[in-house]
């Protein structure tokens, strides 16, 4: 998706604010969003990349404007309705409606102290990898409509595999349930000045990690 | 109170957020979705149990021992795990060495991937638009900005963290650190060293 949290390279954010001796959460709520996050992730309804997914889908205006837990909250409160924990009765009456079944929590506190988010085991040798390192590739130019990790300002440029990550599910069709298409991810090369232009410096790189969909032979 | 009337287009915050996520908790509570207790587990664990000073103490031991570091930079998840910070599935940690002519820095342009297993949860700067949209296109800008100035001589390698694979920069060791102790030396080890943003 051409969004705007596709951001690496875009001019006029302004400076970084930088705070010292900075709190983990900000306020309570913050905190408690983060939690509900994950209690709710729990339930195993969504997967990593369609919540990524729901994130981006944000407004444009609202994404730049929301604080980072800000955004966490409003996708949770349409996700909770969209999966249909909540109806949107309950979501605005903030009860639950009369006669409603009890759940019980999919997460206990327990688990909670783990702080693993359950990525598959990379381990795959049956897939065979499409590239090997030393390689030199060219990112395709993919602007699927849909989630993607594949940023907009590499589409096209050339790089060179530096080396093999393993393998993983594939986030354009994992987000929409399409499934996991698992495939080799590569860290991969890319000069400055392939990227940016004649302003780069002639010794800086950027690596990003890119699936075997995401790239083809140059 | 302060007048209001302008408008700041930066941070607006329309409603204060603390009512809507206290009708939200109640409301999976009731329904028995989510359990208070854990999500105070959650908490707990990110405020106290996890953040910079594991992966403080991951880099002090690297300096302290090459056959360690080795292990580090081959394999950094059973490494970490060595050290007692494991993660079941293991998060897919990759360690990234500094040396006098190479400069690692992280960023995740698409949202805010971190290392959370040995750095705990990101700062803001790590997730603001600024240090997102500027990291890849201009990094020496960026560390200028934190301070750090490179030499024209040092290579910046920039890592965009748009897989599962999660970054941390294993810093050069300071000059006179030779005496100090492995606790001495990951006192030294600073949260900003180990995303790039700084040097030790």
Redesign the interface.
Known sequence: MNGV???????G???????QD?P??????E??????N???GA?GKWNLDAW?QD?ERLPPADY??M????KW?AA??KR?VTYG??TPA??ES???AFG?R?????????????????????VEPSITPLFQAGQRVRARNLNPEGHT???R?ARGKLGQIDRD??V?SFPDTNAQYLGEKRQH?Y?VRFS?RE??GEQ??P?????????DDYLEHA | MADHTHTHDHQIVPNDPTLRVKALESLLVEKGLVDPAALDAIIDTFEHKVGPRNGARVVARAWMDPAYKARLLADAAAAIAEVGYTSQHGEHIVALENAPKVHNLVVCTLCSCYPWPILGLPPVWYKSSAYRSRAVIDPRGVLREFGLVLPEDVEVRVWDSTAELRYIVLPERPAGSENLTEDELAALVTRDAMVGVAKI
């Open positions: 949290h596709d951001m690496g390279g875009m001019h954010m302004g400076p970084i604010e930088y705070e900075e983990v959460f900000h306020a309570e709520w905190a408690r969003v983060y939690a509900l994950r209690a709710m339930w990524r994130i730049l404007r604080s980072y837990y800000q909250f949770l409160e909770v924990f909540v309950e979501l903030g009860t639950a409603a009890k759940a019980t929590p999919a997460l206990t506190p327990e688990a909670a102290r783990r702080i693993d988010r359950g990525i598959p085991s990379n990790r594949l940023p300002y990550r393993g993983y991810v860290s400055a990227l940016w780069a410096s010794r800086d790189s950027v690596y990003l990690d890119m699936w």
